[in-house]
């Protein structure tokens, strides 16, 4: 059965009210799921241990009767590592390397040490920047596993200099899959508790008996992880809230097509939500790509996932030119941005909102997901035109650094004064004012 996916044109008339149509995702706000996140974050933070235990019996069908056997011990994760054929243990290592170079970079390029200045009346100015001390990562577990998960929220944490890393991930039914133990120890997670869901977020976020409070939340999950993550944001920090992946390809229509028909599988077969849009001014190059699609969905494990996806979200939109094509992709603000065209870097210079760039006909997204290096979590639903991907900085926080000279104070004490009157606040000013001459 063929599989024909939504046509666009710019010129339409009505061409904007349908594109955004398309986009519109409202991230699940169902009222049951949030009282049931609610509920379970007011249990866990009465009860502790003993509310995550019952409801990770529950929702993961395991007869555990403390929490102690839920913690992966040190010795298990190091053996699954050690466990992991050659050559996959070598895939691991390679990106694990690259994701950490990439964030190593990234640290020093922000200035991981902040800044300091001297003024000419003596009065030193400048940022302290500090890693957090406990982060919390949240990797889903059950329908699959998530090793590259794993690198990605762990290490730019490992990098930024965090205290202690407790990794949370789901058992159900207490299968462990050890290439995302193998992960948690390439690298360098502290602790790993085998409980997920809301109970998870709300042990991280509150602390219990055998589980840290951690000053932020990290990594995807499903819509209860996401309703409760919403909640305790501000008793903790939290990345994002994630809605379904996302691809966006701009082509010139010069790449094989059977390559960007998979690049748009490869969004789409992660989950019925997600969004494969491509955009292109060749009219034959789409009618070919839609070729390729039909042609190539029936090898497809996940077809039946691709097809929903595609059919319910996806798009081919023709434009007049590439210059319209990146003023289209500044509008969608995907997750990802692939540039499928003989000079990438001309159309990446107009482009203002995006997750992740993929420049040039080689630069598959599924190799960002895996072990480029730059991060894989990144903002979604339109959320790049305000967010950045996971990185380094939000493992670290900045305190301003004020070191006021004496005469620095005269100055400052007048200015400071003057201004606390005038919003009557008079203790402000006079304690500038003792400090004056």
């Not at 500090?130 to 949240?138: A, E, H």
């Not at 899959?177 to 998870?200: H, K, S, Y």
Request: glycine content about 8%; hydrophobic content about 45%; some cysteine.
């Amino acid at each position: 059965m063929s599989l024909e996916i939504r046509k666009l044109d710019s010129g339409s008339k009505d061409f904007r009210e349908q594109l955004m149509a398309i986009l519109a995702f409202e991230a699940s706000e169902d009222e049951a799921i949030d009282r049931a996140a609610a509920s379970i974050l007011a249990d866990v933070r009465q009860r502790g241990d003993a509310a995550v235990l019952e409801y990770t019996n529950t929702f993961d069908r395991l007869s555990a009767t403390h929490m102690t056997a839920l913690e992966i011990p040190r010795a298990e994760r190091k053996a699954a590592l050690d466990s992991l054929p050659a050559a996959r243990r070598a895939a691991l290592q390679h990106a694990a390397d690259r994701v950490r170079a990439y964030h190593e970079r990234q640290k020093k390029e922000c200035g991981s040490d902040g800044f300091i200045f001297t003024e000419a009346d003596g009065t030193v100015l400048g940022q302290k920047v500090t890693p957090l001390d406990k982060v919390g990562i949240y990797v889903p577990g059950g329908k699959a596993a998530y090793p590259s998960s794993v690198l990605m929220n762990a290490i730019p944490a490992k990098v930024a200099g965090v205290g202690e890393i407790i990794m949370v991930v789901p058992t159900p039914e207490g299968v462990k899959n050890p290439l995302v133990l193998a992960a948690a120890e390439m690298a360098g997670v502290d602790r790993v508790f085998t409980i997920g869901g809301a109970q998870a977020v709300g042990a991280l976020a509150y602390g219990t008996a055998s589980i840290p409070q951690v000053d932020k939340i990290v990594g995807p999950g499903n819509a209860y992880v996401a309703a409760a993550k919403r909640r305790v944001f501000g008793i903790v920090g939290i990345d994002m809230i994630a809605g379904p992946s996302e691809i966006l390809v701009l082509a010139d229509g010069s790449t094989d097509p059977d390559w960007v028909a998979m690049d748009l599988f490869s969004q789409a077969e992660h989950d019925e939500l997600a969004q494969s849009i491509l955009v292109c001014p060749d009219a034959d190059y789409l009618s070919r790509v839609q070729a390729s699609v039909n042609q190539l969905l029936d090898d497809m494990p996940r077809k039946d996932v691709i097809r929903i996806s595609l059919t319910n979200r996806g798009a081919m939109i023709k434009v007049r030119d590439m210059n319209e094509a990146c003023e289209i992709a500044n509008l969608i603000a995907a997750e990802h941005l692939e540039i499928s065209a003989e000079h990438p870097q001309q159309w990446a210079d107009r482009i203002r909102h995006a997750g992740a760039m993929f420049l040039g006909r080689y630069s598959s997204e599924s190799l960002g997901d895996y072990c480029a290096g730059p991060n894989h979590v990144l903002p979604t639903s339109r959320t790049a035109r305000f967010s950045s991907p996971l990185g380094v900085y939000d493992f670290q926080k900045r305190s301003s650094v004020i070191h006021v000279s004496q005469s620095g104070a005269q100055t400052l004490g007048k200015v400071a004064a003057e201004l606390a009157y005038g919003e009557g606040l008079p203790a402000h000013a006079r304690s500038a004012e003792m400090r004056l001459k």
